[in-house]
């Protein structure tokens, strides 16, 4: 998880669509969505939104593909408690509906799945997908590794819930989507949320006036 209101740093990411590293599992990627809404509610034009996955979990994933708990990652309780202030002050700020401050047994890698091969696949109904999965975790408290969640969801934007059933099950997809894990890090990506523009990078749920100096340059 990571929470920076103001720093901005360089990427080799550069497009005319504004690139988003998140995990479904990190409160400040929901809440950094909250934000981008924010922001395109000022604009006449949506912004094009390049989601990128990110892998919170995989130092804590077992062989069995079970989150053990018991895996220091050098996070404390200290660190939760902090991390907890951090999510309530931005709940309040951008009036973030929330059932839940953080996540620790969640694991987000079937919903990165399905949420991967939507996107490839299914492309008119990936942002609703999208949405529908952060919802279903924040707001709802549901658990999005549960593959009838994911399939329910995809049912609620329209698409059949075997799709995201059998992407859960397509180990060749894994292995793409571990690539773009990889691949996020060889970019520089360090934490969770970091929006990408033009070469220029914004990390955590920065406000949407920083979102804007992004885009915007103003």
């Known amino acids: 998880m990571s929470e920076t209101e103001s720093e901005t740093e360089s990427t080799r990411e550069s497009s005319d669509r504004l690139t988003v590293y998140a995990d479904y599992v990190c409160p400040f990627c929901y809440l950094g969505r909250k934000s981008l809404e924010r922001y395109q509610e000022t604009r006449e034009d949506p912004v094009e939104l390049d989601w990128h996955p990110f892998d919170l979990r995989s130092g804590k994933r077992g062989p069995d593909g079970e989150i053990d708990s018991d895996v220091d990652d050098g996070k404390d309780e200290q660190y939760y408690e902090q991390a ?42 990936w942002r609703a ?49 571990v690539g773009r894990f990889d691949e996020a890090r060889r970019h520089g990506v360090t934490g969770v949320p970091t929006f990408a523009y033009d070469g220029q990078a914004a990390r955590g749920a920065v406000p949407p006036e920083q979102l804007k100096r992004l885009v915007e340059g103003v």
């Open 129 to 177: 997908f999208d949405e529908a999965i952060y919802a279903a975790l924040w707001q709802d408290g549901r658990d999005i590794g549960d593959p009838d969640v994911l399939a329910e969801l995809a049912e609620e934007v329209g698409l059949e819930g075997e799709v995201v059933r059998d992407a859960i099950d397509d180990e060749e997809l894994e292995e793409r989507l």
């Open 84 to 125: 907890r202030e951090n999510v309530r002050r931005l709940r309040e700020r951008y009036d973030a509906e929330m059932a839940q401050e953080i996540a620790t047994e969640v694991d987000s890698l079937n919903a990165q799945l399905a949420s991967f091969h939507v996107k490839e696949e299914h492309p008119e109904q």
